[in-house]
Protein backbone atom coordinates (compact mmCIF):
# COMPACT_ATOMS: atom_id res chain seq x y z
CA UNK A 1 0.00 0.00 0.00
CA UNK A 2 0.88 3.64 -0.57
CA UNK A 3 1.30 5.67 2.36
CA UNK A 4 0.54 8.96 2.22
CA UNK A 5 -1.53 10.12 5.16
CA UNK A 6 0.13 10.31 8.94
CA UNK A 7 -1.47 10.83 12.18
CA UNK A 8 0.98 11.13 15.01
CA UNK A 9 -0.87 10.24 18.62
CA UNK A 10 0.82 12.42 20.79
CA UNK A 11 3.17 15.38 21.09
CA UNK A 12 6.13 14.64 23.28
CA UNK A 13 9.66 15.04 22.68
CA UNK A 14 9.89 11.99 20.12
CA UNK A 15 5.89 12.34 18.67
CA UNK A 16 7.34 15.90 18.12
CA UNK A 17 10.15 15.28 15.90
CA UNK A 18 8.37 12.42 13.92
CA UNK A 19 5.57 14.04 13.16
CA UNK A 20 7.71 17.39 11.68
CA UNK A 21 9.87 14.72 10.13
CA UNK A 22 7.11 13.45 7.93
CA UNK A 23 5.95 16.40 7.00
CA UNK A 24 9.35 17.76 5.88
CA UNK A 25 9.87 14.80 3.23
CA UNK A 26 6.71 15.36 2.15
CA UNK A 27 3.34 13.36 3.97
CA UNK A 28 0.71 15.15 4.92
CA UNK A 29 0.88 15.14 9.18
CA UNK A 30 -1.75 15.22 11.79
CA UNK A 31 -0.42 15.74 15.56
CA UNK A 32 -3.60 14.20 17.75
CA UNK A 33 -3.54 15.10 21.39
CA UNK A 34 -5.71 14.23 23.96
CA UNK A 35 -6.66 17.74 25.25
CA UNK A 36 -6.05 21.05 24.15
CA UNK A 37 -3.45 21.30 26.77
CA UNK A 38 -1.35 18.67 25.06
CA UNK A 39 -1.50 19.93 21.75
CA UNK A 40 -0.86 23.75 23.33
CA UNK A 41 2.38 21.72 24.56
CA UNK A 42 3.55 20.43 21.62
CA UNK A 43 3.35 23.27 19.48
CA UNK A 44 6.61 24.97 21.57
CA UNK A 45 8.65 21.20 20.87
CA UNK A 46 7.04 21.84 16.55
CA UNK A 47 8.60 25.23 17.08
CA UNK A 48 12.07 23.99 18.72
CA UNK A 49 12.17 21.45 15.33
CA UNK A 50 11.91 23.85 12.64
CA UNK A 51 14.23 26.41 14.82
CA UNK A 52 16.32 23.23 14.58
CA UNK A 53 15.78 22.70 11.30
CA UNK A 54 16.09 26.06 9.81
CA UNK A 55 19.64 26.49 11.91
CA UNK A 56 20.96 22.87 10.09
CA UNK A 57 20.20 24.09 6.72
CA UNK A 58 21.76 27.58 6.93
CA UNK A 59 25.35 25.74 7.81
CA UNK A 60 24.31 22.81 5.19
CA UNK A 61 26.70 24.77 2.61
CA UNK A 62 29.70 24.23 4.99
CA UNK A 63 29.16 20.19 4.15
CA UNK A 64 29.78 20.66 0.30
CA UNK A 65 33.06 18.87 -0.45
CA UNK A 66 34.18 18.07 3.14
CA UNK A 67 36.13 15.17 3.67
CA UNK A 68 34.06 13.74 6.68
CA UNK A 69 31.23 16.24 7.49
CA UNK A 70 29.07 15.60 10.75
CA UNK A 71 26.01 16.55 8.81
CA UNK A 72 21.75 15.61 9.53
CA UNK A 73 21.56 12.46 7.53
CA UNK A 74 18.23 12.32 7.63
CA UNK A 75 18.30 14.94 5.24
CA UNK A 76 20.44 13.54 2.77
CA UNK A 77 20.43 10.59 0.79
CA UNK A 78 24.52 10.68 0.79
CA UNK A 79 27.15 12.63 1.43
CA UNK A 80 27.97 13.66 -2.28
CA UNK A 81 24.17 14.45 -2.57
CA UNK A 82 24.84 17.89 -0.07
CA UNK A 83 24.25 20.91 -3.10
CA UNK A 84 23.54 24.48 -2.93
CA UNK A 85 20.26 23.19 -5.31
CA UNK A 86 19.45 20.71 -3.06
CA UNK A 87 19.40 22.83 0.35
CA UNK A 88 17.51 25.55 -1.44
CA UNK A 89 14.99 22.90 -2.13
CA UNK A 90 15.00 21.45 1.35
CA UNK A 91 14.75 25.00 2.66
CA UNK A 92 11.64 25.38 1.30
CA UNK A 93 10.26 21.81 2.01
CA UNK A 94 10.93 23.07 5.86
CA UNK A 95 9.13 26.22 5.70
CA UNK A 96 5.96 24.13 4.05
CA UNK A 97 6.19 21.52 6.93
CA UNK A 98 6.46 24.04 9.78
CA UNK A 99 2.72 25.82 7.69
CA UNK A 100 0.84 22.60 6.76
CA UNK A 101 1.34 20.42 10.21
CA UNK A 102 -2.17 19.99 11.52
CA UNK A 103 -3.35 19.55 14.52
CA UNK A 104 -6.62 18.44 16.67
CA UNK A 105 -8.03 16.65 19.55
CA UNK A 106 -10.86 15.59 17.06
CA UNK A 107 -10.76 11.58 17.41
CA UNK A 108 -12.56 10.88 13.67
CA UNK A 109 -10.53 14.12 12.28
CA UNK A 110 -7.14 12.44 13.22
CA UNK A 111 -8.04 9.04 12.40
CA UNK A 112 -10.71 7.90 10.37
CA UNK A 113 -9.01 8.69 7.18
CA UNK A 114 -5.21 8.21 7.69
CA UNK A 115 -2.68 5.98 6.27
CA UNK A 116 -0.37 5.29 9.23
CA UNK A 117 -1.10 6.35 12.70
CA UNK A 118 1.98 6.47 15.05
CA UNK A 119 1.62 6.17 18.44
CA UNK A 120 3.92 7.82 20.60
CA UNK A 121 2.14 8.23 23.65
CA UNK A 122 3.43 7.59 27.39
CA UNK A 123 4.84 4.11 27.93
CA UNK A 124 2.24 2.73 30.13
CA UNK A 125 0.18 -0.70 29.15
CA UNK A 126 -2.99 1.09 30.17
CA UNK A 127 -2.47 4.07 28.17
CA UNK A 128 -1.75 2.66 25.31
CA UNK A 129 -4.65 0.13 25.77
CA UNK A 130 -6.99 2.69 26.58
CA UNK A 131 -5.99 4.66 22.86
CA UNK A 132 -5.95 1.71 20.88
CA UNK A 133 -9.77 1.03 21.63
CA UNK A 134 -11.04 4.54 20.90
CA UNK A 135 -9.55 4.12 17.32
CA UNK A 136 -9.56 0.55 16.42
CA UNK A 137 -13.15 1.17 14.71
CA UNK A 138 -12.57 4.62 13.36
CA UNK A 139 -9.54 3.60 11.63
CA UNK A 140 -9.94 2.52 7.77
CA UNK A 141 -9.35 -1.15 7.32
CA UNK A 142 -6.28 -1.00 5.40
CA UNK A 143 -4.42 1.30 8.18
CA UNK A 144 -1.31 0.66 9.38
CA UNK A 145 -0.91 1.14 13.01
CA UNK A 146 2.44 1.45 14.91
CA UNK A 147 3.44 2.06 18.30
CA UNK A 148 6.92 3.94 18.92
CA UNK A 149 6.98 2.26 22.04
CA UNK A 150 10.63 1.77 23.26
CA UNK A 151 10.56 -1.23 25.77
CA UNK A 152 7.38 -2.89 25.09
CA UNK A 153 6.53 -6.05 22.24
CA UNK A 154 4.37 -5.75 20.12
CA UNK A 155 2.48 -9.03 21.11
CA UNK A 156 1.75 -7.54 24.39
CA UNK A 157 -0.23 -4.91 22.75
CA UNK A 158 -1.49 -6.48 19.74
CA UNK A 159 -4.75 -7.83 21.28
CA UNK A 160 -6.09 -4.40 22.20
CA UNK A 161 -5.56 -3.19 18.31
CA UNK A 162 -8.55 -4.83 16.30
CA UNK A 163 -5.78 -5.45 13.52
CA UNK A 164 -2.94 -7.56 14.51
CA UNK A 165 -2.00 -8.15 11.14
CA UNK A 166 -1.57 -4.40 10.46
CA UNK A 167 0.27 -3.70 13.71
CA UNK A 168 3.91 -3.48 14.52
CA UNK A 169 6.55 -1.35 16.70
CA UNK A 170 8.52 1.95 15.06
CA UNK A 171 10.88 3.04 17.80
CA UNK A 172 12.90 6.31 16.94
CA UNK A 173 15.93 7.41 18.64
CA UNK A 174 15.71 11.01 19.74
CA UNK A 175 17.44 13.50 18.01
CA UNK A 176 16.34 11.66 15.04
CA UNK A 177 17.30 14.32 11.66
CA UNK A 178 20.51 13.24 13.04
CA UNK A 179 20.28 9.81 14.82
CA UNK A 180 18.75 8.88 11.69
CA UNK A 181 17.73 5.26 13.24
CA UNK A 182 13.50 3.59 13.23
CA UNK A 183 13.97 0.08 14.74
CA UNK A 184 10.97 -1.77 13.09
CA UNK A 185 9.79 -4.82 14.57
CA UNK A 186 6.48 -6.94 14.18
CA UNK A 187 5.13 -9.53 16.09
CA UNK A 188 4.33 -13.01 14.60
CA UNK A 189 0.73 -11.88 13.27
CA UNK A 190 2.15 -8.77 11.56
CA UNK A 191 1.89 -9.16 7.91
CA UNK A 192 4.47 -8.76 5.35
CA UNK A 193 3.08 -6.36 3.18
CA UNK A 194 1.82 -4.05 6.63
CA UNK A 195 5.79 -4.60 7.92
CA UNK A 196 7.38 -4.03 4.51
CA UNK A 197 5.13 -0.78 4.02
CA UNK A 198 6.62 0.85 7.66
CA UNK A 199 10.50 -0.21 6.21
CA UNK A 200 9.60 1.60 3.49
CA UNK A 201 7.86 4.42 5.08
CA UNK A 202 10.99 4.84 7.48
CA UNK A 203 13.83 4.82 4.58
CA UNK A 204 11.21 7.39 2.67
CA UNK A 205 11.75 10.09 5.54
CA UNK A 206 15.11 9.40 6.20
CA UNK A 207 15.94 6.90 8.51
CA UNK A 208 18.13 3.99 8.35
CA UNK A 209 15.23 1.11 9.28
CA UNK A 210 16.92 -1.34 11.35
CA UNK A 211 15.01 -3.88 10.73
CA UNK A 212 14.29 -6.63 13.64
CA UNK A 213 13.53 -9.91 12.56
CA UNK A 214 12.22 -11.67 15.65
CA UNK A 215 10.55 -9.97 18.75
CA UNK A 216 13.36 -8.63 21.32
CA UNK A 217 12.89 -6.54 24.70
CA UNK A 218 14.35 -3.51 23.91
CA UNK A 219 14.97 -4.11 20.87
CA UNK A 220 18.47 -3.42 19.35
CA UNK A 221 19.39 0.30 20.64
CA UNK A 222 18.08 -0.14 24.40
CA UNK A 223 19.42 -3.64 24.91
CA UNK A 224 22.48 -2.40 24.60
CA UNK A 225 21.97 1.04 26.24
CA UNK A 226 19.80 0.48 29.33
CA UNK A 227 22.43 -1.62 31.06
CA UNK A 228 24.77 1.45 30.60
CA UNK A 229 22.33 3.57 32.24
CA UNK A 230 21.24 1.34 34.57
CA UNK A 231 25.12 0.87 35.72
CA UNK A 232 25.12 4.72 35.83
CA UNK A 233 22.07 4.65 37.84
CA UNK A 234 23.65 2.08 40.28
CA UNK A 235 27.18 3.56 40.73
CA UNK A 236 24.88 6.84 41.55
CA UNK A 237 22.39 5.22 44.09
CA UNK A 238 25.25 3.77 45.65
CA UNK A 239 26.44 7.34 45.95
CA UNK A 240 29.96 5.62 44.57
CA UNK A 241 30.39 8.91 42.18
CA UNK A 242 28.76 11.55 40.67
CA UNK A 243 26.85 12.15 37.57
CA UNK A 244 29.86 14.21 35.92
CA UNK A 245 32.26 11.86 37.06
CA UNK A 246 30.42 8.81 35.86
CA UNK A 247 29.72 10.34 32.39
CA UNK A 248 33.10 11.98 32.18
CA UNK A 249 34.75 8.13 32.76
CA UNK A 250 32.35 6.58 30.77
CA UNK A 251 33.32 9.49 27.97
CA UNK A 252 36.79 9.15 28.33
CA UNK A 253 37.37 5.66 28.84
CA UNK A 254 35.05 4.28 25.36
CA UNK A 255 34.97 7.70 22.99
CA UNK A 256 31.35 7.65 23.42
CA UNK A 257 30.41 11.51 23.15
CA UNK A 258 27.96 11.22 25.86
CA UNK A 259 27.45 9.72 29.02
CA UNK A 260 24.48 7.89 31.06
CA UNK A 261 23.52 10.45 32.58
CA UNK A 262 23.57 13.09 29.38
CA UNK A 263 21.41 10.87 28.05
CA UNK A 264 19.04 10.72 30.24
CA UNK A 265 18.97 14.22 30.36
CA UNK A 266 18.44 13.65 26.76
CA UNK A 267 15.69 11.10 26.71
CA UNK A 268 13.88 12.96 29.42
CA UNK A 269 13.21 11.61 33.01
CA UNK A 270 9.60 11.37 33.00
CA UNK A 271 10.40 8.71 30.39
CA UNK A 272 13.32 6.84 32.15
CA UNK A 273 11.32 6.90 35.27
CA UNK A 274 8.22 5.03 33.48
CA UNK A 275 10.87 2.79 32.20
CA UNK A 276 12.68 1.81 35.01
CA UNK A 277 9.22 1.34 37.01
CA UNK A 278 8.84 -2.17 35.53
CA UNK A 279 11.90 -2.87 37.40
CA UNK A 280 10.93 -4.54 40.69
CA UNK A 281 14.22 -3.29 42.32
CA UNK A 282 13.83 0.28 41.22
CA UNK A 283 10.06 0.15 43.66
CA UNK A 284 12.68 -1.32 46.71
CA UNK A 285 14.10 1.81 48.38
CA UNK A 286 17.15 -0.86 50.20
CA UNK A 287 18.40 -1.17 46.22
CA UNK A 288 21.14 0.76 44.41
CA UNK A 289 18.74 1.25 41.74
CA UNK A 290 15.49 2.10 44.20
CA UNK A 291 18.10 4.91 46.14
CA UNK A 292 18.52 6.60 42.44
CA UNK A 293 14.80 6.28 41.77
CA UNK A 294 13.98 8.29 44.59
CA UNK A 295 16.33 10.98 43.30
CA UNK A 296 15.10 11.21 40.08
CA UNK A 297 11.40 11.18 41.10
CA UNK A 298 12.77 14.15 43.37
CA UNK A 299 14.06 15.94 40.55
CA UNK A 300 10.82 15.27 38.64
CA UNK A 301 8.74 16.63 40.81
CA UNK A 302 11.21 20.02 40.94
CA UNK A 303 10.30 20.21 37.07
CA UNK A 304 13.86 18.80 36.01
CA UNK A 305 13.10 16.15 33.65
CA UNK A 306 16.33 17.28 31.16
CA UNK A 307 16.88 18.73 28.11
CA UNK A 308 13.34 20.16 27.56
CA UNK A 309 13.06 21.39 30.47
CA UNK A 310 16.25 23.96 30.86
CA UNK A 311 17.61 21.04 33.36
CA UNK A 312 18.12 17.37 34.40
CA UNK A 313 21.65 16.30 35.72
CA UNK A 314 22.95 19.60 33.97
CA UNK A 315 21.53 22.89 32.90
CA UNK A 316 21.18 23.92 29.68
CA UNK A 317 20.02 27.36 27.74
Not at 173 to 200: G, K, P
Not at 249 to 258: F, H, L, N
Request: aromatic share 10%; hydrophobic share 40%; net charge negative.
Amino acid sequence: MEIKKITVAGGGVLGAQIAYAAAFHGFDVTIWGRSEGSIERAKPRINKVYETYTKELELAPRYIGAEFPNYPRSFFDDVKDINLEKIEELKKNNEKAYKDLKYTVDLEEAFADCDLVIEAIAEKVDEKRDFYEKIKDILKDDAILASNSSTFMPSMLKDFTGREERYLHLHFANNIHRQNLAEVMRHDRTSDEAFDAVVEFARSIGMYPAVIKKEQPGYILNSILVPVINAGLTLYGNDVADPVDIDMDWKIGTGSPKGPFEIIDIVGLTTVINILSNNPASNDSSTPIGKAMIKLKEMADKGHIGIESGQGFYKYN
